[in-house]
C-alpha cells in the first residue's frame, strides 16, 4: 500500500495530501483508495483490533491531487458535513488551462446536472444544482498557450471546476473528460483550505506546495 502523507491528526479528523490517481473511495474497479489507505493507518498506528470508523466527507476526483479531511468520529463527520453544506468549509485549488484567459480575475456561475455516463454539463437553473467558483490568474505562458490560475470553490459540484473552465473554452490541461485526451495528468491540485475545528472550533489552516509536475513546470513560480 502507498505511503500515507498526513499533515495533522488529533482524536477527531486527520489531514492527508492525496496523490494523483488515487480513489477517494472504493469503487467497482477495486483499486485502492485514501480512504482505505487511511483506515490502515490509524488501524496500524493506534493498533485497532476492529474495523476503525473514518468518515469521508468530501471527495477529489481520482485524477486530482491534494488536501482532504477525514473524521475520526461520527460527531466530527456530522459537523464537517454540516460547515461544507453551509459552505463554511474553504477549499482553493490550482490548475493549468488550455488557452490565454484574458481577465484577471472573475467569477463563474452556472448550474451543473450529472448525466447517467458519470460526465456533468450546464444546464438550466431549473434543471441543475448552481456551482460558483472565483478564479485569479496567477501566470500566463504565451509560448505554451496556457493559463495558471487559483480558484477558491464556492460550491461543491461532481467535476465543477473541470466542467465550468471547459465551458467557456479552457479546459483543464490534461483533463482526458472533458479536454484534449492526450494521455497527460490533469493540472488540479487542491492546495488550501480552511475551516472550522469540528470539536475546538478553532481555525483550522493547511496548505501544500504548488504541484512540481507536467503543465505546473511550464511556469516558475
Known sequence: MNRLEVLYEDNHILVVNKPCNILSQEDCTGDT?????VKYY??????????????????????????????????????LSAMIQNQEFKKNYIAVVCGIMEEESGKFIDYLKKSGDGNSYVTTSALGKKAVLRYSVLDRNFDKQETLVLIELETGRHHQIRVQFASRGYPLCGDQRYGKKDFTQIALCSYKISFLHPVRREKMFFQVAYPKREYFDDFTY
Do not use: C, Q
Open 42 to 79: 490509524v488501524k496500524e498506528k493506534y493498533n485497532k483490533p476492529n474495523n476503525v470508523y473514518i468518515g469521508l466527507v468530501h471527495r477529489l476526483d481520482r485524477p486530482v491531487s491534494g488536501l482532504m479531511v477525514f473524521a475520526r468520529t461520527s460527531k466530527a463527520a456530522a459537523r
Open 33 to 37: 483508495s485514501i480512504l482505505t489507505m
